[in-house]
């Protein structure tokens, strides 16, 4: 058990994880590539078109799978601001800080791609839906993380109080959501909701799926990106990224 | 721990007697933004009685953040702070002692302002009640929540705003609780499910937030 | 009894020092000394707990602080940069809330003679705020005599003290270590304590290290 706990704290170590982030980094931008290509194919000329909501509702194989990679990155981050807490592994931080911009995109796409799709539904472009809701205050959470990121120094600080901040925002986020609908049922009545296709083809469920892993996999690829570079940026003084730049000039 | 406890709040409620001009201000602030609204939005009473609950509920949010920076600021800047962590107690029980405090200082005046500022709005004796006892029990939250911001901006170049940043999400659930019951009193529903819940926020966040926030002291003052 | 070994400091990219290693026993002090910015308050702060280090552990009777936690701050007193008093109150106000923060035990009349101690009889009474900043330095130091721990870790404590109050902290610390205490003190000053043993540690490390990986 011990001999395996050394060996993930191996993988921890940014000088490791850089060149196996490296390797990895091209297979996940392919498999990003032949999900999203097919999971579109479907989407646009597979799908049917749907009887209530004609070719406007297509935007939810990008509504969708933006809308749960904004709630699993957020999952996902506050993993590893938990694991660079309890261990206080270095890799764990810069993780969850290469996490956080990819996140708030998403959630961005969401609420953007809603408000598209809420114009020809609804007829307006914002409703105070109990979803739309939580997906701004998510938003704010993903941006109130990068703001306490950026406006710390000292990036071992940076990354305790983040974390810190990750983990408090995960434990709320339940209770907000649970809030928002509580409000917007009372407010409301549940007469607005997103999913309301009750029966949804086949063909559409596979399409989001497949989008759902294209996201997924270009947040894997895009993070690691991002983390290599924070890598290099706080590592630069170190003997291993000098030689690493040294092999490459 | 008791007798730490006791000594904390003490010493935060002679240190805010000391300058009262902080407490008076935050008090201030909220009776002009209640008094805003009906200027903003025009003097019709059914539209006052309809957005009183939020317009002081948001109210009190703006003015706890006000005073929220100060929680550990000047401890911070002084050498207090290092010396309450090097305290031999558990550094939760000192955070907890000083968001009661905190409560007591900025908390308890907007709790006894509100039904005075309602009348401004135009709502029943009913609604006056229910909102003031909202305030009682969900102000507390705010300051155990906000306490976990405090700390985690102390020292923070543009503090400030992004303490707002940072704890305004996390007090919405308080929010929609808190004008919620109000609202349930207006139109007949009857409070108390908004008030129980109120209730578990609070409890919840002023019993777990403290740790957090001693985590993030500790982060601040190394 | 009180032991570093290999102590590390990181701050920011820059290593401040690394591989510091010192022991020190009942009734021996540590006079720190070394450059502005090399590393001086940081590896005070790492005594008391306060930075852990990059590298290294400090123990405390043969266990580390860490695990000891608050057994350890219950023998320490740390005189920090700051003064840690409050200028709206009076200095009597201060170190009797103080003391109470610190869990020790003081009634007003200990208080008072603590005061005339350190020579603030007369100005018990006025708020700190219109002390100077030598007489600031002065309450603080108020602790060291009527608290009595085991060891004392005391940043600057000359800053802004004029010579009679100097004298009285070399007096301080010199019967802290006879009664067997322990003592790490910063200073530009030289330090006269008699005692018997004073050592030395100079933390001169090459300006912006990197940091190893």
């Known amino acids: ?232 940026e706080r590592e630069r003084h170190t003997d291993w990224v000098r030689t690493l730049l040294a092999a490459k000039e | 721990m008791l007798l730490l406890f006791r000594a904390v709040i003490g010493r935060d409620l002679r240190l805010a007697m000391r300058r009262q001009a902080d407490v008076v201000a935050a008090m201030f602030f909220f009776i002009i933004v209640v008094s805003l609204f009906p200027l903003g939005v025009g003097p019709e009473p059914d539209q006052l009685r309809k957005l009183a609950p939020g317009v002081l509920w948001v109210a009190a949010l703006l003015a706890t953040m006000l005073s929220l920076p100060r929680l550990f600021a000047d401890d911070y800047r002084d050498g207090t702070l290092e010396q309450l962590a090097l305290a031999p107690q558990p550094l939760g029980v000192v955070v907890l002692a000083k968001v009661v405090a905190h409560w007591l200082i900025a908390g308890l005046p907007l709790v006894m302002l509100a039904p005075v500022l309602g009348i401004q709005f135009d709502l029943s004796n009913d609604a006056l009640a229910v909102l003031t006892l909202s305030l009682l029990i969900g102000t507390p939250a705010l300051s155990g929540i906000g306490a976990i911001g405090a700390a985690l901006t102390l020292g923070v170049r543009g503090g400030g705003v992004l303490l707002s940043l940072l704890i305004l999400p996390l007090y919405i659930p308080v929010l929609i609780f808190g004008a919620g019951a109000v609202d349930a009193t207006v139109t007949g529903l009857g409070p108390q499910a908004h008030l129980s819940l109120l209730g578990a926020l609070t409890l919840g966040g002023v019993f777990f937030a403290p740790w957090p926030t001693a985590a993030a002291l500790r982060v601040a003052l190394e | 009894m009180l032991e570093a070994s290999n102590l590390e400091c990181l701050r920011g990219e820059r290593r401040l020092f690394s591989g510091v290693d010192f022991r020190l026993d009942s009734g021996e002090m540590l006079s720190l000394q070394g450059k502005n910015g090399s590393g001086k308050t940081s590896l005070l702060r790492m005594l008391c707990g306060l930075t852990p280090p990059a590298n290294g552990e400090v123990r405390w009777r043969d266990q580390s602080i860490t695990t000891l936690g608050d057994e350890f701050h219950r023998e320490l007193c740390y005189l920090g940069h700051h003064n840690a008093i409050k200028e709206e109150l009076t200095p009597l106000e201060n170190i009797v809330s103080s003391a109470r923060l610190a869990q020790e035990k003081l009634d007003e009349q200990a208080a008072l003679e603590a005061l005339a101690c350190v020579g603030l009889l007369g100005r018990e009474e006025l708020a700190c705020r219109y002390l100077s900043q030598g007489q600031k330095r002065r309450v603080a130091l108020a602790r060291l005599v009527h608290e009595k721990r085991a060891l004392w870790i005391l940043d600057e404590p000359y800053v802004a003290l004029d010579a009679s109050a100097v004298e009285l902290v070399a007096t301080l610390v010199g019967e802290h270590l006879r009664r067997g205490g322990l003592a790490v003190i910063t200073t530009h000053q030289p330090v006269r304590v008699s005692a018997e043993r004073v050592r030395e540690l100079w933390l001169d490390t090459d300006d912006a290290a990197p940091a190893p990986f």
């Open chain 1, 1 to 232: 058990m011990s001999h395996r706990l050394i060996n993930w704290f191996r993988y921890a170590s940014p000088q490791t994880f850089y060149p196996l982030a490296g390797k990895m980094i091209p297979w996940f931008w392919m498999l990003a590539a032949i999900f999203g290509l097919t999971g579109l194919s479907i989407g646009f000329l597979l799908a049917p078109t749907d009887a209530q909501q004609g070719e406007g509702y297509r935007i939810i194989f990008l509504h969708v799978p933006a809308s749960w990679m904004s709630m699993f990155i957020y999952l996902v981050m506050s993993f590893w601001a938990a694991m660079g807490l309890a261990f206080n592994t270095r890799l764990s931080g810069m993780m969850a800080s290469a996490l956080a911009p990819t996140g708030a995109l998403f959630a961005f796409i969401s609420l953007w791609t809603g408000a598209l799709w809420g114009k020809p539904m609804w007829g307006t472009w914002w409703v105070w839906d109990a979803r739309l809701t939580s997906e701004l205050i998510l938003l704010f959470l993903y941006i109130g993380f990068i703001a306490l990121q950026a406006a710390i120094d000292d990036p071992r600080r940076a990354d305790k109080a983040g974390a810190i901040l990750a983990l408090v925002g995960v434990v709320n986020i339940p209770i907000i959501y649970f809030s928002v609908k509580w409000w917007n049922t009372l407010h409301q009545g549940a007469s607005v909701s997103l999913t309301k296709s009750p029966s949804m083809a086949t063909t559409m469920l596979w399409g989001m799926l497949l989008c759902a892993l294209a996201c997924w996999m270009y947040s894997i690829a895009v993070a690691l990106m991002r983390a290599r570079t924070i890598m290099l």
